[in-house]
């Protein structure tokens, strides 16, 4: 009779009175021997049940405590206490499994979120959780949806690769060697990885671009959903060792058309958000202020959640050149009066400060830059034509957003085999070890761009959170592998 139950979320949104329902949760709060808050993780909103003097006996009332799970079966009535219609009266009540209030790490007060990310385990069970984890459900499926309506083909890449798709060399060794120091060596003394599993040396992904480039260049349009690591030493607020990332590739696009979808999709994904979430957007909204106003005035954000939510879809992202980046960098007086930490030239890979102030001071919404120097940028990324010698760029984007940063990293694709081979040669990538990946420029090549959006940063962003650990379930992060 389990699957008889009705979701909270679902019985608080009828007016109907007078039938019977089984309802089951877990207790956020009993007030008086009879008002229990029961939440099934449908919606933040708790559904009362009533339980009338004498129904209980004394013993199990007293295993009524927060966090203890309970099936309820009653009559659904309609409500005095305000804001819901309706609340269940109970008939029979049934405790499923107890929970001890001395043990209970979830009071009912508010807890930081330093708290929470180290009772990780629990904390869907907040509110501010329960909003952020059924938007990032959301968002999800918005992705799935987004890429469907257009016709492309969802491609599941490696998790375990033999390349660096990045060129970056931050990457997670997979290996079934001993680490003990017995691994087989060949004769130059260095490790034997032709008697590894894979017989080669091989890592988790930073990236599925390469594979998703192959299957563009038969679907036309394909993207990746899946997880991605990096064994990058950043303990920051946006920084994860695992993420999860979005990588669509299109064939026959350039990089205008490549802005153009990137802009598309985050604007979809936040309407979508608008469109089935708000009642977790308007709690995380609330939340947000409140958390504003402990902040001195000078540093408070300009916009609320839902404010700059609906400016970003109601408004074009700004599109400009790394030089003009450059350029209103040295021109702004944040520069003049020496306040950057590091410096700004033409050439730097610009640090998060830099990006910062060019969204969250300068233009005050997403900045779309293009035409990255080419010595800081992938290997893959297209050569500009007709470029000063020693000022080469490349067809790189990057969307800046505000409060995060770099939320999409992205470029139209270098589709000329022989000026691949030469960005590989400079770069020292094994040419010959990725004759697989440079066969698409043998046989059919053709112009082609694609990006990677940071799934966690853009959830971030769409709920407000400030910290990358506290919109994935379980963080991996430098020294830290809870859970
Ligand atoms: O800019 P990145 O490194 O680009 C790529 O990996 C390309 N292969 C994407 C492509 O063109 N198909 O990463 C893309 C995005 C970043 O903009 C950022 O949002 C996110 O991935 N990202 C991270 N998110 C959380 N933690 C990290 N350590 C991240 N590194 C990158
Ligand atoms: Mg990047």
Redesign the pocket.
Known sequence: MFNKRIKVKDLLQTEQTGHEVTVMGWVRTFRNNQFIALNDGSTNNNLQVVTELGLLDDATIKRITTGASLKVVGEVVPSLGKGQKVEVKARTLEILGDSDAEKYPLQPKKHSLEFLREKAHLRFRTNTFGSVFRLRHALAFAIHQFFNEKGFVYLHTPIITASD??G?GEMFRVTTLPIDGTAPRTADGSIDFAEDFFGKSTNLT????LE?ELGAMAFSDIYTFGP?F?A?N?NTT????E?W?I???VAFNDIEDNMNLAEEFIQYLIRYAMEHNMEDLEFLDARLAEEEKAKPQNERAEFGLLEKLKFVVDNQFERITYTEAIQILLDSPHYKKKKFKYDVSWGIDMQSEHERYLVEKHFKKPVIVTGYPAAIK?FYMRLNDGCEPGKETVAAM??LAPGIG??????QREERLDKLEQRMKDFHIPVEEMSWYLDTRRFGSVPHA?????????VQFVTGMTN?RDVIAFARTPKNCEF
């Not at 930073?206 to 671009?209: A, E, T």
């Not at 946006?238 to 060792?241: D, M």
């Open positions: 798709a990045e970056a930073v990236s599925g671009q998703g991605t990096r990058e950043s946006r920084h994860l060792a993420f990332m990588e669509p590739e992938a990057d969307i770099e939320i999409v990293g992205g470029s694609g990006f990677g959006l940071g799934f966690e940063r853009m990358i």
